[in-house]
Structures are given as C-alpha cells and as structure tokens.
C-alpha cells in the first residue's frame, strides 16, 4: 500500500514498477490491458512491487488487487492505506493550503473568481508534490498501452496535460519513464500534440501499437522512432478451456456488442441512429435465421444502456423469436472471455470488443466507428470482415456474415497464427524494457541519458 511505499528508503526503488493509464472507467479493454501487463511483469520479476497511477484508485484496487494513486486530482481520490483508511492523496500537503485559503475572505465577484483560480492553482501544486514524494520511490513508470494519445475526452487539458506531468516528475525523480504500445485515437489541439511530443520525446522507450498510431505522431514532429509492437491486451494469459457454455445448446450463438454514441462522437445524430437501426435489423434477421443472438458489452457503464434501447426497438418491432435473444452480464476481463469463448462469432464496434473476441480466435464483423479499429482488422488480416459505419446495412452484413461463418474455422486458425507472431514481439519487448537476462541494450540497467531511444 502507498503508506509502505512511502516509508521505503529510497534505495529500495529499484523493487518498484508504476503502471500509469486512465483506468477505473468500466472499460473491459483498458483492464485486460493491466490484466496483462501485471501477468507478464511478475513472470520475469516476480519479486517487484507493483502499483498503480489511474483516474480510479478504488476501482483498481478491487479489479487488479493493485494499490493505486490518483493520476491528477481531479481523480476519484481514494488513496488506500493498509489500515483500511482513505485519505486524500496529497496527504498532509495541502491541509496548511487549505487551511490558509480558508481565512481569505473575497467579497468582491473578481477578487471571487481569482480566488477559486488560486485554490485551483494550490491544489494542483499540493497534488504535484505529493505525487513527486511517491514517484521517488518508483523506479520504472510505465505508460502502459491503450489509446492514451488522446484529447477525445477533456482536450488538450485532460489526458495529455495529464501524461506531460508525470513525465516532468519522472524528470525530476530520476525515474525512469517507458511508453508501452500506445494508440494514438485523437489530437485536435495544438497543445495536445506540444504536450505528447515532450512526453513521448522524453521516454526511455516508446513503442506503438499500430502502423496508424506511428504515422500520427511522426506527422506532428517527433523527432525519434519507436517499434510497432501489438496491443498489449494480446499478451493476456489465456487458457482456451475459459468457462463457458459453449456446447451445451446446439443453436450457433452471435455475440453482439454496440457502442454508445458518447464513445463515437458525444452526441447522437442521424448516422447513430441509422446506426442502431441496422443493429436492430441485424438481429431481426439472425433470428429468422435461427441463431442465438447474445447481447454483452466491454464497457458497461457507457454500453449497457445501448443494450437495453435495442431489446426495447426489437420489442417494439414486434419480434416474435424473443426466446432466441439473450444478454450476458460481464462485469470482469475473465466473464467477459467466458462469454466471448461461447460465441461463435461476434458484431462488435469497440475496439477492445473486436480485438479481445480476435484473442479468442473468434471470427469478427467489425462495425467501425473510428480508424483504429480498421488499423486493427487490416492487421490481424481481416479488413475484409470490416465495415465502415457508413457502409454498414443489413445487406452488405449478411454478405460478410455468410462468408465469415462458413469459413469461421479457417479464420480461427489465421487468427491463431497472427497472434502467435504477435506473442513474439510482445515477448521480446517485455524482456527488454525489464532488462531481463540474454538481452542487450535493454532498461534493467539506467540509459545513459533520459530520452535516449533503445529499439526492440
């Protein structure tokens, strides 16, 4: 807990890894992300401490069993001590602030608004300086995957202000800072790109996730290289005997998994509302055609809601083959690839909802709202399995479903072999960024500058 690590000596940093990301939002891709990263860091350094930086102490602490510390304090701060007790994470810090700001008395509407200005300024000060006396103790900070070159929520101000302080911290402790298959989703402000240049320029190591993501951010200037290394939710432990009920019923099952318009494009409008139509279409006709369809989600909190509106549309449509349509409830990375390994095939729009179906080894009609999930199924080898959310009808599905189906055996072992490939990649660099033995060049021992590249 973060109660003991700030009680370590500071020559027992080398024992401590950090995993930064904007966890804690009910994104099943987001934790099979950490799933996997956690899984693969303790099978070469089983003895290192563990902790986390993310938007959701509480919420990572009880999904990964990782003590955890808010990444900017506007977090849901609930910093966990041993003792059970939650506190504030910038500890005693900025009680004195407080304390002082409290005695200022501001009658007039200016002087008002400088003082909420100040108590801002104050407060992300007092969580900086907190956040410094935790980081001393951590030797390695690792951006660990996703898309978190992103401004799609909070602009430039939020997650890439967010990753630029922490990389001036790492600066200022002497820790060392690894970018890790990060996906770039959105930078629209120039200051988002000033801002993820620095961070990115100041790594030890940065690696991407995709051809796409790498293009996107040399095209603002970085002015350095870094590997195309896979999603890190393909370095997941996984056992294919994941529970399931697959084979118990002898009716095909299609996973569906929509998408909330917050996710797309913040609000809803026309193409969104074609959108769930052809969705509600799409059910329609597996029904007639006599398969089990299975609604579940891999961001509940955000995707849920979509679930019920289209059980609601099917109702008020008059479906007349209810006893076909079901939903699966996947509140963990593990129910989650239960319900998936019962599928026979899955629809999905989510990124994480296709790319964890894929390691499955599950056949996948890709309804994509975004370039990255296109990226992904022209990588694994499935971009004829994709449709642009534009494109997307009842008619141009039942084409690609017929040919994904009969040669869903066929596209599993594709699948298969891709990821195998990708294991490779994602294995070599897990060695080198822990500086595990028969490696060269790699960050077990301390580059001799920061922002020094070392290539996989």
Known sequence: MFSNLLSMRENTKADVIGLLGPWG??????????????????????????????????????????????????????????????????GDVPDGYMRLLALIEIPAKKLRAVGRILRELFSEVAFLIRSYGILKRVNLL??????????????????????????????????????????????EAGLTK??????????????????????????????REGPVVPDLAFSLPIAHNVCSSH???????????????????KERDADYERYLLQLVMVVEWLTQENYRVVFFCSQKKMDYPVVQELRGLLHERGLSREHLISERETPSVQDLLS????????????????????????????????????RHMEDIGQAHNCLDVQEFD??????????????????????????????????????LVLGVPGREDNLGRRPGAMGETINA
Request: charged fraction near 20%.
């Open 25 to 90: 939002s009910g994104n099943l891709g987001d934790a099979a992300i950490q799933d996997a990263v956690m899984f693969n860091i303790k099978q070469r350094l089983p003895e290192v401490t563990l902790v986390g930086f993310s938007y959701s102490p509480q919420d990572t602490l009880e999904r990964h069993g990782l003590a955890c510390f808010p990444i900017d304090r506007r977090s849901n701060y609930r910093d966990v001590v041993s003792s059970g007790r939650t506190a504030r994470p910038w």
């Open 142 to 187: 690792i951006i660990s995957g996703g898309g978190q070159l992103d401004d799609y929520y909070g602009g430039a101000w939020g997650h890439p202000y967010t990753l630029f302080c922490w990389m001036v911290l790492t600066r200022l402790t002497g820790t060392r800072l690894v970018v890790l298959s990060v996906g770039e989703c959105q930078m």
């Open 194 to 223: 000033w801002f993820l240049k620095k961070v990115l320029g100041s790594a030890n190591y940065v690696s991407f996730r995709d051809q796409g993501s790498k293009d996107a951010i040399s095209s603002i200037g970085m002015g």
């Open 247 to 265: 084979g118990l019923i002898d009716q095909p099952a299609i996973g569906i998994s929509p998408i909330s318009a917050f996710a797309w494009q």
């Open 339 to 374: 319900c998936i390994q019962a599928m026979d095939l899955v629809v999905a729009s989510r990124l994480h909802g296709v790319l964890l179906s894929h390691v499955m080894s599950k056949p996948v009609i890709a309804v994509s709202y975004h370039r990255k999930v296109r």
């Open 394 to 431: 009842i008619e141009s599905f039942r084409e690609r479903f017929r040919g994904a189906y009969s040669s869903r055996q066929l596209i599993s072992q594709n699948i298969r072999k891709t990821i195998s490939e990708y294991t490779v990649n994602l294995n070599r660099q897990y060695d």
